[in-house]
């Protein structure tokens, strides 16, 4: 069974840097796909960025393209996503999901193992 634990985050003021992490374990063939997903308060969760970690291709959405990265190292488990030039938009309790593929809809509903989340918040 895999198994997600979040960590980083923080408070940092707008136009700063912050990075989350994810850490995996359990089967590699069930966490292929890491993805980072993102949830304000009174909003809908979304996905944010993705990598396939056989492929090392990744995907990010629009509003953090150019400011948001998601790497890999194999030697730890661990993927990180680096947030750089944060904006208070960017605000919100950030999740890792993982599943064996990263085709297809990226919705919350079609990642069944998730991190238990770490806060980011951005001040104006």
């Known amino acids: 069974q895999v198994h997600l634990v979040n960590s980083g985050g923080g408070t940092m003021q707008a136009g700063g840097s912050l990075r989350v992490s994810c850490s995996a374990s359990?089967?590699?063939?069930?966490?292929?796909?890491i993805a980072w997903f993102r949830q304000a308060p009174g909003k809908d969760r979304e996905a944010v960025a993705t990598?396939?970690?056989?492929?090392?291709?990744?995907y990010y959405t629009d509003s953090v393209k150019g400011r948001f990265t998601i790497s890999q190292d194999n030697a730890k488990n661990t993927v990180y996503l680096e947030m750089k030039n944060l904006k208070p938009e960017d605000t919100a309790m950030y999740f890792c999901a993982a599943r064996s593929s990263c085709g297809g809809i990226l919705s919350r509903r079609y990642f069944l193992t998730w991190g238990q989340g770490t806060q980011v918040t951005v001040s104006s």
């Open positions: 359990g089967p590699a063939d069930d966490r292929n796909c």
């Open positions: 990598v396939d970690l056989h492929r090392a291709t990744t």
